[in-house]
């Protein structure tokens, strides 16, 4: 069995205000994120974590959703709230986990599925895409140009074999992570990349929004369940 934890417990810094709880015709945004898994026919179980601060007012409109395993209220950073959500498939039987952003709600059925398909015991399976603009590392004033040839960008859902994922972010959880996959780099396991999709953004500015708004609205039929 395959579940998905979608993460909605940031702080939304850069912007401005709680973009998962930022209502699109009369839902929040990561009701829209969570669409496509419910829709796929490889996703049995999901889990949505969510901030104390928007828990109360988002819950609701999971209520009565199939596949809804739990709505729970995830940790101080993003790595605590992937533990709880991985806590949540704990003595069931689900072997293989998907962790994906709540701020994305542009993913596609094919690239879900896709990363399913692909998962096995031993190794975990991230979408992503080749930098194409020229990237500075900069650290105490001085600066250094990174050869993009070799920079990607990656994205999510990112597929786990399930509990390894779980015992890697036990292992590491005291580790600055920057993404899901990060453990499997720590541990030395085998991490495949698969082609990620250029319109499945993740909502960090305000136009962001407005193109994922303009998105929804025009793709009605398929955030229709």
Do not use: W
């Amino acid at each position: 069995m395959v579940g998905t934890i979608i993460v909605g417990g940031g702080k939304s810094n850069r912007f401005g205000e709680d973009k998962i709880s930022y209502l699109i015709d009369g839902k929040p945004l990561i009701y829209y994120t969570a669409l496509p898994f419910i829709k796929s026919n490889f996703i049995n179980e999901i889990v949505i974590v969510l901030s104390k601060d928007n828990y109360k007012k988002i819950k609701k409109y999971f209520e009565n959703l199939k596949k809804i395993r739990d709505v729970i209220i995830g940790g101080e950073e993003r790595k605590d709230s992937v533990i709880n959500g991985l806590e949540c498939f704990l003595n069931s039987n689900i072997d293989k986990v998907l962790i994906h952003d709540g701020a994305r709600p542009i993913v596609k059925l094919e690239l879900i599925n896709e990363i399913v398909y692909k998962i096995d015991d031993k190794k975990c399976i991230i979408p992503a895409i080749a930098a194409t603009e020229t990237i500075k590392f900069i650290k105490n004033k001085k600066i250094k140009t990174l050869n993009r040839d070799f920079l990607y960008i990656t994205q999510t859902p990112q597929g786990f074999p399930f509990p390894k994922i779980y015992y890697l972010y036990k292992k590491y959880e005291n580790k600055k992570l920057f993404d899901d996959s990060m453990v499997f780099e720590l541990d030395n396991e085998e991490i495949e990349l698969i082609n990620g999709d250029l319109s499945n953004i993740k909502v960090t500015y305000n136009n962001d929004m407005i193109e994922v708004i303009n998105f929804i609205q025009k793709n009605e039929d398929r955030y229709r369940i």
